[in-house]
Protein backbone atom coordinates (compact mmCIF):
# COMPACT_ATOMS: atom_id res chain seq x y z
CA UNK A 1 0.00 0.00 0.00
CA UNK A 2 1.29 3.35 -0.67
CA UNK A 3 2.45 5.73 1.82
CA UNK A 4 -0.23 8.64 2.00
CA UNK A 5 2.23 10.93 0.28
CA UNK A 6 2.82 8.89 -2.35
CA UNK A 7 0.88 8.51 -5.72
CA UNK A 8 0.80 5.40 -7.81
CA UNK A 9 -0.56 3.94 -11.35
CA UNK A 10 -1.20 0.65 -12.96
CA UNK A 11 -2.18 0.01 -15.84
CA UNK A 12 -3.38 -3.06 -18.46
CA UNK A 13 -2.89 -1.96 -22.07
CA UNK A 14 -6.31 -3.58 -23.27
CA UNK A 15 -8.06 -2.26 -20.14
CA UNK A 16 -6.66 1.20 -19.63
CA UNK A 17 -4.97 2.47 -16.44
CA UNK A 18 -5.19 3.90 -13.45
CA UNK A 19 -3.37 6.66 -10.41
CA UNK A 20 -4.26 6.92 -6.96
CA UNK A 21 -3.64 10.11 -3.98
CA UNK A 22 -3.75 10.74 -0.81
CA UNK A 23 -2.80 13.30 1.20
CA UNK A 24 -2.91 14.51 5.37
CA UNK A 25 -5.89 16.38 5.58
CA UNK A 26 -5.77 19.96 7.06
CA UNK A 27 -7.30 19.73 10.05
CA UNK A 28 -4.98 16.69 11.06
CA UNK A 29 -1.82 18.62 10.14
CA UNK A 30 -2.79 21.19 13.10
CA UNK A 31 -3.98 18.41 15.32
CA UNK A 32 -0.66 16.10 14.62
CA UNK A 33 -2.57 13.70 13.31
CA UNK A 34 -1.88 11.16 10.38
CA UNK A 35 -4.05 10.51 7.56
CA UNK A 36 -6.32 7.61 8.09
CA UNK A 37 -7.13 7.13 4.49
CA UNK A 38 -5.95 4.48 2.72
CA UNK A 39 -5.93 3.18 -1.58
CA UNK A 40 -4.32 0.27 -3.35
CA UNK A 41 -3.94 -0.73 -6.70
CA UNK A 42 -3.59 -3.76 -8.70
CA UNK A 43 -3.69 -5.13 -12.56
CA UNK A 44 -2.81 -8.38 -13.48
CA UNK A 45 -4.03 -11.56 -15.54
CA UNK A 46 -5.45 -15.34 -14.83
CA UNK A 47 -5.96 -17.68 -17.61
CA UNK A 48 -5.09 -14.41 -20.19
CA UNK A 49 -8.21 -12.54 -18.65
CA UNK A 50 -6.73 -9.04 -18.06
CA UNK A 51 -8.22 -7.12 -14.47
CA UNK A 52 -7.47 -4.05 -13.02
CA UNK A 53 -8.20 -3.33 -9.22
CA UNK A 54 -8.92 -0.78 -7.28
CA UNK A 55 -9.80 0.13 -3.51
CA UNK A 56 -10.22 3.21 -1.41
CA UNK A 57 -10.89 3.37 2.85
CA UNK A 58 -11.42 6.06 5.11
CA UNK A 59 -10.79 5.78 8.86
CA UNK A 60 -13.30 6.66 11.30
CA UNK A 61 -10.65 8.27 13.42
CA UNK A 62 -12.34 9.74 16.74
CA UNK A 63 -11.08 8.15 19.93
CA UNK A 64 -13.65 4.90 20.05
CA UNK A 65 -11.09 4.09 16.55
CA UNK A 66 -7.72 5.06 17.63
CA UNK A 67 -6.46 1.89 15.26
CA UNK A 68 -8.24 3.18 12.03
CA UNK A 69 -5.35 4.34 10.30
CA UNK A 70 -4.51 0.30 10.68
CA UNK A 71 -8.13 -0.88 9.94
CA UNK A 72 -8.31 1.29 6.37
CA UNK A 73 -4.84 -0.27 5.13
CA UNK A 74 -6.28 -3.30 6.30
CA UNK A 75 -9.19 -2.74 4.14
CA UNK A 76 -7.43 -2.06 1.11
CA UNK A 77 -5.59 -5.03 1.23
CA UNK A 78 -8.16 -7.13 1.81
CA UNK A 79 -10.57 -6.13 -1.25
CA UNK A 80 -7.75 -6.34 -3.20
CA UNK A 81 -6.70 -9.40 -2.11
CA UNK A 82 -10.86 -10.78 -2.30
CA UNK A 83 -10.91 -9.34 -6.38
CA UNK A 84 -7.83 -11.41 -7.41
CA UNK A 85 -8.94 -14.27 -6.09
CA UNK A 86 -12.58 -14.09 -6.83
CA UNK A 87 -11.16 -12.71 -10.59
CA UNK A 88 -8.89 -15.69 -11.27
CA UNK A 89 -11.99 -18.57 -9.77
CA UNK A 90 -14.08 -16.75 -12.28
CA UNK A 91 -10.82 -16.97 -15.10
CA UNK A 92 -9.67 -20.44 -14.23
CA UNK A 93 -13.17 -21.69 -13.87
CA UNK A 94 -14.56 -20.27 -16.92
CA UNK A 95 -17.43 -19.43 -15.29
CA UNK A 96 -20.58 -17.61 -17.31
CA UNK A 97 -20.59 -13.93 -17.12
CA UNK A 98 -24.16 -13.53 -15.22
CA UNK A 99 -22.89 -16.18 -12.96
CA UNK A 100 -20.00 -14.35 -12.20
CA UNK A 101 -21.79 -11.13 -11.43
CA UNK A 102 -24.45 -12.71 -9.60
CA UNK A 103 -21.54 -13.94 -7.29
CA UNK A 104 -19.90 -10.89 -6.68
CA UNK A 105 -23.14 -9.60 -5.09
CA UNK A 106 -23.79 -12.60 -3.52
CA UNK A 107 -20.16 -13.26 -1.72
CA UNK A 108 -17.47 -10.56 -2.53
CA UNK A 109 -19.04 -8.70 1.11
CA UNK A 110 -19.22 -11.55 2.84
CA UNK A 111 -15.94 -12.62 1.60
CA UNK A 112 -13.84 -9.18 1.96
CA UNK A 113 -15.47 -8.38 5.78
CA UNK A 114 -14.45 -11.51 6.71
CA UNK A 115 -10.68 -11.27 5.25
CA UNK A 116 -10.24 -7.94 7.38
CA UNK A 117 -11.52 -9.01 10.04
CA UNK A 118 -8.77 -11.95 10.22
CA UNK A 119 -6.04 -9.28 9.33
CA UNK A 120 -7.60 -7.08 12.19
CA UNK A 121 -7.38 -10.15 14.49
CA UNK A 122 -3.77 -10.90 12.99
CA UNK A 123 -2.99 -7.44 13.66
CA UNK A 124 -4.60 -7.19 17.60
CA UNK A 125 -2.51 -10.18 17.95
CA UNK A 126 0.64 -8.59 16.74
CA UNK A 127 0.45 -5.33 18.67
CA UNK A 128 -0.95 -6.43 22.07
CA UNK A 129 1.07 -9.77 22.13
CA UNK A 130 -1.69 -11.78 22.80
CA UNK A 131 -2.23 -14.93 21.18
CA UNK A 132 -5.00 -16.53 20.21
CA UNK A 133 -5.89 -19.72 18.31
CA UNK A 134 -6.57 -19.31 14.61
CA UNK A 135 -10.46 -18.77 14.13
CA UNK A 136 -10.69 -17.07 17.30
CA UNK A 137 -13.52 -14.24 17.65
CA UNK A 138 -13.04 -11.13 19.23
CA UNK A 139 -15.01 -8.85 20.78
CA UNK A 140 -17.00 -6.12 18.75
CA UNK A 141 -14.99 -3.23 20.79
CA UNK A 142 -11.84 -4.84 19.32
CA UNK A 143 -12.86 -4.74 15.54
CA UNK A 144 -14.59 -1.14 16.48
CA UNK A 145 -10.83 0.27 17.16
CA UNK A 146 -10.34 -0.26 13.59
CA UNK A 147 -13.09 0.84 12.18
CA UNK A 148 -13.41 2.14 8.25
CA UNK A 149 -15.19 2.79 5.30
CA UNK A 150 -14.08 0.86 1.98
CA UNK A 151 -14.71 1.08 -1.96
CA UNK A 152 -13.72 -1.33 -3.82
CA UNK A 153 -13.76 -1.62 -8.26
CA UNK A 154 -12.95 -4.25 -10.23
CA UNK A 155 -12.29 -3.97 -14.28
CA UNK A 156 -12.31 -7.11 -16.16
CA UNK A 157 -13.22 -7.82 -19.90
CA UNK A 158 -16.96 -6.63 -20.30
CA UNK A 159 -18.02 -5.47 -16.72
CA UNK A 160 -16.80 -3.43 -13.89
CA UNK A 161 -17.67 -4.61 -10.55
CA UNK A 162 -18.28 -2.11 -7.49
CA UNK A 163 -18.86 -2.18 -3.83
CA UNK A 164 -19.12 0.02 -1.20
CA UNK A 165 -19.53 0.13 2.79
CA UNK A 166 -19.80 3.47 4.48
CA UNK A 167 -19.55 7.05 2.79
CA UNK A 168 -17.50 8.29 0.19
CA UNK A 169 -18.06 8.63 -3.72
CA UNK A 170 -17.44 5.93 -6.85
CA UNK A 171 -18.97 7.31 -9.79
CA UNK A 172 -18.38 6.77 -13.97
CA UNK A 173 -17.89 9.42 -16.31
CA UNK A 174 -18.92 8.13 -19.57
CA UNK A 175 -17.70 9.64 -23.14
CA UNK A 176 -20.71 11.64 -23.77
CA UNK A 177 -20.48 13.62 -20.35
CA UNK A 178 -22.66 11.74 -17.96
CA UNK A 179 -22.02 11.28 -14.46
CA UNK A 180 -23.56 8.30 -13.08
CA UNK A 181 -23.49 6.56 -9.43
CA UNK A 182 -23.64 3.19 -9.77
CA UNK A 183 -24.50 2.28 -6.14
CA UNK A 184 -27.93 3.24 -4.52
CA UNK A 185 -27.73 6.23 -2.00
CA UNK A 186 -28.01 4.42 1.80
CA UNK A 187 -31.30 5.90 2.70
CA UNK A 188 -30.60 5.67 6.61
CA UNK A 189 -27.35 7.54 6.83
CA UNK A 190 -27.99 11.75 7.54
CA UNK A 191 -25.19 14.04 7.81
CA UNK A 192 -22.22 13.01 9.54
CA UNK A 193 -23.09 9.11 9.67
CA UNK A 194 -21.66 6.22 8.09
CA UNK A 195 -21.41 2.80 8.32
CA UNK A 196 -18.36 0.73 9.16
CA UNK A 197 -16.55 -2.03 7.87
CA UNK A 198 -15.90 -2.81 11.85
CA UNK A 199 -19.80 -3.51 12.44
CA UNK A 200 -21.69 -7.13 13.20
CA UNK A 201 -23.19 -6.88 10.64
CA UNK A 202 -21.32 -5.20 8.25
CA UNK A 203 -21.23 -7.96 5.20
CA UNK A 204 -25.45 -7.06 5.06
CA UNK A 205 -24.61 -2.88 5.07
CA UNK A 206 -22.73 -3.51 1.54
CA UNK A 207 -24.44 -1.74 -1.37
CA UNK A 208 -22.73 -3.46 -4.90
CA UNK A 209 -23.44 -2.89 -8.63
CA UNK A 210 -22.39 -4.38 -11.93
CA UNK A 211 -21.75 -2.30 -14.89
CA UNK A 212 -21.52 -2.51 -18.74
CA UNK A 213 -17.97 -1.72 -19.47
CA UNK A 214 -19.71 -0.50 -22.97
CA UNK A 215 -17.63 2.56 -23.95
CA UNK A 216 -15.39 2.70 -21.19
CA UNK A 217 -15.37 6.33 -19.16
CA UNK A 218 -13.69 7.30 -16.15
CA UNK A 219 -14.31 5.36 -12.60
CA UNK A 220 -13.49 7.71 -9.51
CA UNK A 221 -13.48 6.51 -6.10
CA UNK A 222 -13.13 9.02 -3.14
CA UNK A 223 -13.40 9.50 0.31
CA UNK A 224 -15.90 12.08 1.09
CA UNK A 225 -13.49 14.84 2.29
CA UNK A 226 -12.91 15.21 -1.48
CA UNK A 227 -16.66 15.82 -2.64
CA UNK A 228 -17.28 17.66 0.76
CA UNK A 229 -14.84 20.25 -0.22
CA UNK A 230 -17.41 21.01 -3.53
CA UNK A 231 -20.91 20.85 -1.15
CA UNK A 232 -21.46 17.72 -1.86
CA UNK A 233 -21.42 15.07 -4.36
CA UNK A 234 -24.39 15.84 -6.03
CA UNK A 235 -23.51 19.44 -6.37
CA UNK A 236 -22.73 21.23 -9.30
CA UNK A 237 -19.45 22.49 -7.96
CA UNK A 238 -18.37 18.84 -7.31
CA UNK A 239 -19.63 18.13 -11.25
CA UNK A 240 -17.55 20.64 -12.45
CA UNK A 241 -14.42 19.54 -10.45
CA UNK A 242 -14.80 16.01 -11.74
CA UNK A 243 -15.23 17.45 -15.43
CA UNK A 244 -12.25 19.79 -15.23
CA UNK A 245 -9.97 16.93 -13.93
CA UNK A 246 -11.02 14.92 -17.09
CA UNK A 247 -9.96 17.36 -19.20
CA UNK A 248 -6.88 18.21 -17.51
CA UNK A 249 -5.47 14.69 -18.15
CA UNK A 250 -6.39 14.94 -21.67
CA UNK A 251 -4.99 18.04 -22.08
CA UNK A 252 -1.63 17.78 -20.20
CA UNK A 253 -1.28 13.85 -19.87
CA UNK A 254 -1.48 11.30 -16.92
CA UNK A 255 2.02 11.66 -15.31
CA UNK A 256 1.64 15.79 -14.95
CA UNK A 257 -2.07 15.73 -13.70
CA UNK A 258 -0.98 12.55 -11.01
CA UNK A 259 2.69 14.61 -10.31
CA UNK A 260 0.18 17.57 -9.53
CA UNK A 261 -2.61 15.98 -7.29
CA UNK A 262 -1.27 16.04 -4.05
CA UNK A 263 -0.75 19.76 -4.17
CA UNK A 264 -4.34 19.93 -5.39
CA UNK A 265 -5.81 18.36 -2.66
CA UNK A 266 -3.73 19.79 0.05
CA UNK A 267 -5.63 22.81 -1.08
CA UNK A 268 -8.67 21.37 -1.32
CA UNK A 269 -8.16 20.45 2.34
CA UNK A 270 -6.89 23.46 3.02
CA UNK A 271 -9.63 25.86 1.94
CA UNK A 272 -12.25 23.28 2.49
CA UNK A 273 -13.06 20.81 4.44
CA UNK A 274 -9.85 20.06 6.06
CA UNK A 275 -10.50 16.16 6.12
CA UNK A 276 -7.70 13.99 4.52
CA UNK A 277 -8.50 13.31 0.66
CA UNK A 278 -7.42 10.37 -1.45
CA UNK A 279 -8.77 10.27 -5.01
CA UNK A 280 -8.52 6.88 -7.16
CA UNK A 281 -8.69 8.01 -10.79
CA UNK A 282 -9.26 4.40 -13.46
CA UNK A 283 -9.42 5.54 -16.98
CA UNK A 284 -11.57 2.88 -18.62
CA UNK A 285 -11.14 1.81 -22.55
CA UNK A 286 -14.04 0.97 -24.40
CA UNK A 287 -14.85 -2.55 -24.19
CA UNK A 288 -14.15 -2.83 -28.41
CA UNK A 289 -11.81 -0.42 -29.71
CA UNK A 290 -13.33 1.42 -33.03
CA UNK A 291 -12.53 0.24 -36.12
CA UNK A 292 -10.19 2.17 -37.76
CA UNK A 293 -12.55 4.67 -40.04
CA UNK A 294 -11.98 3.65 -43.97
CA UNK A 295 -10.03 6.60 -45.47
CA UNK A 296 -12.86 9.42 -47.13
CA UNK A 297 -13.39 9.53 -50.06
CA UNK A 298 -10.77 11.77 -52.10
CA UNK A 299 -13.69 14.80 -52.49
CA UNK A 300 -13.60 14.71 -48.35
CA UNK A 301 -9.35 15.08 -48.34
CA UNK A 302 -8.28 18.19 -46.78
CA UNK A 303 -7.24 20.61 -49.90
CA UNK A 304 -3.21 20.47 -49.46
CA UNK A 305 -1.24 23.94 -49.86
CA UNK A 306 0.04 22.57 -52.99
CA UNK A 307 -3.51 21.62 -54.37
CA UNK A 308 -4.54 25.05 -53.42
CA UNK A 309 -1.66 26.28 -56.27
Same mark, same amino acid.
Given at each position: ?9 ? @???? $? ?6 ? %? ?10 ? @? ?16 ? =? @? ?44 ? !? ?15 ? %?? $? ?20 ? =? ?17 ? +????? &????? +?? $? ?33 ? %? ?6 ? /????? +? ?18 ? +? !? ?24 ? %? ?21 ? /? ?11 ? &? ?6
Amino acid at each position: MPLPEEFSCT @CDTG $LGWAFGCS %RTGAAHIRAGRP @CEDAYALWSGSSGAVPCI =A @CAVADGHGDPRHDRSRTGSALAVDAAISEMVAFHRSYADGNIPRQQ !FRAGFKADFPRRVTRRW %RD $LVARDVERSDATPSPEGTVLPD =AAYSRYGTTLIAALVVYDT +LLVGQ &VGDGD +LL $LLRPDGTITFPLPRDPVLAGNETHSLSAPDAHLLW %RTATIDRG /EGGVL +LAATDGISDSFAGSESEEFS +L !FVHSLVDRVRTYGTDSVAAAMGGWLD %RYSAIASGDDMTLVYASINPERP /ETPAADPPEQDRP &VSREEDW
